[in-house]
């Protein structure tokens, strides 16, 4: 494929800032606008929700806004898995 990548790590130090807002104590909806699922750590389990929008175009912001506020109901399955850790793989690869 020629495009892997080394490992599933939010880059930079998104990883950090997502660690702070699940330390303050307020509830956490992750949304994802990416063109592969990352390792989201303790966020897969203490977020409120998780988003994965992959890229979603044009209407793409319009569309994840409906579904967070609650105007559109998500539905739907990832055609992936979405890992807990950076070294783990992906189950549907």
């Known amino acids: 494929e020629g495009c892997d990548a080394e490992n599933l790590a939010l880059p930079g130090v998104q990883q950090q800032l997502l660690e702070a807002l699940l ?9 994802l606008l990416a063109g592969r699922p990352y390792a989201l750590g303790r966020a897969a389990d203490e977020a409120a929700a998780v988003v994965q929008s992959f890229f979603p175009g044009e209407e793409g912001t319009r569309a994840i806004a ?12 990832l055609p ?3 890992p807990r850790r950076p070294g783990s793989q992906p189950s549907t690869y």
Do not use: Y
Request: charged residues 15%.
């Open 23 to 31: 330390d303050a104590g307020t509830p956490v909806v992750v949304t």
């Open 66 to 77: 409906s579904v967070l506020s609650g105007r559109t109901e998500p539905s739907g399955r």
């Open 80 to 82: 992936v898995s979405v």
